[in-house]
């Protein structure tokens, strides 16, 4: 098999991995960095001259001003959102590169949020923890075939088509949840408004990105949220509306399997989870609270503060498998610094047997009862560590103890949230 220089980068637990970091420390290296999954609902903070940048749906590569970052078919994009998003980043300051967008992508309408926002309500105390951003119900429109692709915005005719699915919408709405019906004037005038910003960047990227494998150019794939929210493999029902595994690379991005290369896995050091769902080494306790508070572990967008845990093997092991994971980068290092004792779940006990998989189902995933592999933990700070051997004797038998467990190379480890905190052990890109 022909080797090519593509790369996918994807979250490994629930979300919030660093994923951004890393896209962003790749793709110095990059021609191209490719956005395949989600939507403006998967907030990346990405450090860099002491200062923080905050993208959502526009690919991390958009600060390095020689790459070409693509949001590819298989995102949702909310249009007016990303022109806002583009605008902050042109007048930042800050050198940025170009911006391509597909043709196929499906767009989130303002009826899309009012949908989500009434669906979550709906639900009572069995809430999903939705950002409310219409991501949901946007890929709901897509596989019931009443989505609206970017590309038909450039029509003679689609004014017709928006009017009849917006009236669809509105019948819905005010039928099933008793919601006022928006305007559909300023709904088309402000969504065409936002068009005419971007539409100079909107192409067949899938052509766009074969043509720059096969030349022999750097491409790096961008992945949204974790593994574990995957909508197939993951959590189920808490996860997000889209295949957020590496899998997904080539069907969100046009492009054959074949043509990539690798894959690296980015997860934290502990783990995190937002919203409900079952957590099974999640710490209720003053441990937990110091790991929150030293990750600074809150929601990029929403602000939520997250759930805390030990590292779940088990359940980083069945993201490696349903992602095809060639490589791990462990984020957050120095953040478990000062804590006399790191556990690793290695098993699950459900109904008194051990098992060593995560169960289907969100109920009997909550029954489940981590088994613990007890490691020393270490007191030095190592936030200006620069290689492995600078480690704490305990934290490289930390990361020697992960890399045995899931059978997979650990590629490097961050210390800080800054690009030069972080150390590559492996060159793979």
């Known amino acids: 098999m022909q080797k090519y220089n593509s790369l996918v980068v994807v979250g490994s637990q629930w979300g919030d991995e660093g994923k951004g970091k ?3 420390y790749f793709a110095q290296k990059a021609d191209l960095v490719v956005r395949f999954a989600g939507g403006d609902n998967a907030g990346h903070v990405i450090n860099f001259n002491g200062q923080k940048h ?3 749906i ?10 070409t970052s693509v949001i590819a078919n298989g995102c949702v994009v909310n249009l007016l959102n990303l022109v806002k998003e583009f ?3 042109k007048n930042s300051g800050v050198s940025y590169g170009n911006l391509l967008i597909s043709d196929r992508v499906q767009l989130i309408l303002p009826y899309h949020i009012k949908i989500d926002e009434a669906q979550e309500e709906a639900r009572g105390e069995n809430k999903i923890g939705t950002t409310k951003r219409g991501i949901g119900p946007a890929y709901q429109d897509k596989v019931s075939r009443l989505g609206i692709r970017l590309g038909e915005l450039r029509e003679e005719n689609f004014k017709e088509r928006f009017k009849i699915v917006f ?4 019948k819905f709405l005010k039928n099933m949840f008793n919601v006022e019906a928006l305007d559909f004037d300023q709904t088309y005038n402000d969504l065409m408004d936002a068009y005419q910003k971007i539409k100079d960047k909107i192409i067949d990227t899938d052509i766009f990105i074969e043509t720059a494998i096969k030349e ?4 790096l794939f961008e992945g949204a949220q974790g593994a574990l929210l995957d909508i197939d493999h993951g959590t189920y029902p808490y996860v997000t509306s889209s295949n957020t595994s590496a899998n997904n690379a080539s069907t969100g991005s046009g492009i054959s399997h074949k043509l990539i290369d690798s894959t690296m896995g980015v997860v934290k050091a502990y783990s995190t989870r937002v919203g409900a769902g079952a957590f099974p080494t999640e710490l209720l306790n003053e441990i937990g609270d110091g790991i929150r508070e030293r990750g600074h572990e809150y929601g990029s967008n929403t602000k939520r503060p997250r759930r805390i845990g030990w590292l779940d093997a088990v359940a980083l092991k069945h993201a490696i498998r349903t992602s095809g994971i060639d490589s791990l980068f462990i984020t957050l290092l120095d953040v478990l610094s000062g804590i006399d004792q790191i556990n690793i779940c290695v098993k699950y006990e459900l109904n008194g047997k051990e098992i060593n998989n995560v169960p289907s189902t969100n109920q009997m995933y909550e029954m489940c009862k981590p088994v613990y592999l007890e490691n020393p933990g270490w007191s030095e700070d190592i936030t200006g560590v620069t290689s492995f051997d600078q480690l704490p004797d305990e934290a490289k038998n930390y990361l020697k103890m992960i890399e045995k467990i899931c059978e997979v190379k650990i590629a490097g480890f961050s210390v800080g949230p800054d690009r030069e905190q972080t150390v590559i ?3 793979i890109f």
């Open 425 to 427: 052990l492996e060159n």
């Open 54 to 56: 905050k993208v959502t």
């Open 22 to 24: 890393m896209t962003d």
């Open 87 to 89: 605008e902050v980043i």
């Open 167 to 170: 009236d669809y919408q509105m």
């Open 58 to 67: 526009i690919p991390s590569g958009i600060f390095n001003k020689k790459v």
């Open 216 to 219: 022999g150019k750097k491409v």
